[in-house]
């Protein structure tokens, strides 16, 4: 479920590419292999931050939104980092004129709105508006162990981030509101399969994170937020976090599976994608993507396991130095950089092109 470090792909804005021409294409069936289609980008990706504005001072947010911009040969590349090639963007450009779908994207555990700056460069080139949010408690910026504790919040603040972009910023002009989903990294798919109608199981929870026998990494993670030891914390945990606005939802590489309802999974409505690191150096996939695929409803449901991707693949390209640096200034995270150059180029494009079939289908 981790999904950051403290020199995150994040500190430092990053920037690049965006539209797809409009194909419609067949839905595939569970297991399908990789697309092999490539998109085209037309615009370019423009790049803001946002704090949402609402009644809730308690737990403010703030992110970053990526968007088409009609100028697709400027995207300047910051180089920012000693670790992290920064994606190509254009800070504050203009908006081009349209209606766009809009991706919210839920970040890792400790990560930040950087990680996925890659995904949200590239999709605003294919005419997307992506807008990605700090989870006060979860964030790289802000780890709090009572915000953390309360991690029904994470999928509340899609919701709000939604009604923000929606309803009460001057973004809602140019977001198609019948195209809205969501995607999530690591805790981030725990998160949006939450606000995609999944449902913390308790019982599985006490079960195997309690028992003999202890799911791996998850329960590290969850006991060690405290998560779900009150009644109170269990009700609120347990609640339906379904946000009713997201019609898909994008799982990549979740943590978490092995703790949502069984029930719950097999009535989710919407169509899933759901994208894993047959790698699989960071999680289990029989107890992660894997079983949260065979669980979901067949006909809504998309599962590719990436074959040699890694869990950290859904993040940045690392420089060729990166590895090195983190090993020595960071001991144990430049396990982040393990093929993280032209290997995870070559995810990322296989990367895209599945969830550009997926939103566009």
């Known amino acids: 479920m981790t999904s950051s470090f403290p020199i995150s792909p994040s500190r430092h804005l990053p920037m690049m590419m965006a539209l797809l021409a ?15 289609t490539t998109f085209s980008a037309t615009f370019g990706p423009g790049v803001q931050e946002f704090q949402v504005q609402d009644d809730q001072t308690d737990r403010p947010l703030a992110g970053h939104i990526w968007y088409p911009t009609p100028t697709p040969d400027h995207a300047p590349r910051a180089d920012r980092s000693k670790v992290w090639q920064m994606a190509p963007a254009d800070p504050g450009a203009e908006v081009a004129d349209g209606t766009y779908p809009l991706l919210v994207v839920s970040h890792g555990m400790f990560g930040n709105t950087f990680n996925q700056a890659w995904l949200g460069s590239e999709l605003a080139r294919h005419g997307h508006v992506v807008a990605m949010v700090n989870h006060p408690g979860t964030s790289s910026f802000l780890r709090d162990p009572l915000q953390a504790q309360q991690l029904w919040e994470r999928p509340k603040d899609l919701s709000r981030l939604i009604t923000h972009l929606t309803e009460r910023s001057t973004w809602q002009e140019y977001i198609d509101q019948s195209r809205v989903s969501a995607a999530g990294h690591s805790l981030g798919g725990f998160t949006v399969m939450l606000a995609g109608g999944a449902r913390f ?89 894997r079983a949260l695929a065979s669980a979901l409803p067949k006909a809504l449901t998309v599962h590719i396991e990436l074959e040699d991707a890694g869990h950290f693949d859904f993040m940045g390209v690392c420089k060729p130095e990166g590895f090195a640096i983190l090993q020595e200034h960071e001991p144990g995270d430049e396990m982040v950089c393990v093929k993280g150059g032209a290997d995870r180029e070559l995810q990322h494009q296989r990367i895209l092109n599945e969830i550009l079939m997926f939103l566009e289908n």
Not at 22 to 36: F, H, I, K, S
Not at 240 to 259: E, F, H, T, W, Y
Request: glycine letters at 8%.
């Open 201 to 289: 199981d308790g019982d599985l929870y006490d079960k195997g994170c309690f028992g003999d026998t202890r799911i791996p990494v998850v329960c590290d993670i969850l006991r060690g937020w405290s998560v779900a030891e009150t009644p109170e914390d269990r009700r609120a945990m347990e609640q339906n976090l379904r946000a009713s606005r997201i019609r898909k939802i994008i799982s990549l590489d979740l943590g978490g599976a092995p703790v949502l309802s069984r029930s719950s999974l097999s009535s989710v409505a919407i169509p899933v994608l759901v994208l894993g690191a047959g790698r699989a150096d960071m999680l289990d996939q029989d107890l992660e993507s």
């Open 22 to 36: 409009l194909t419609v294409l067949p839905a595939r069936p569970a297991g399908a292999a990789p697309a092999e």
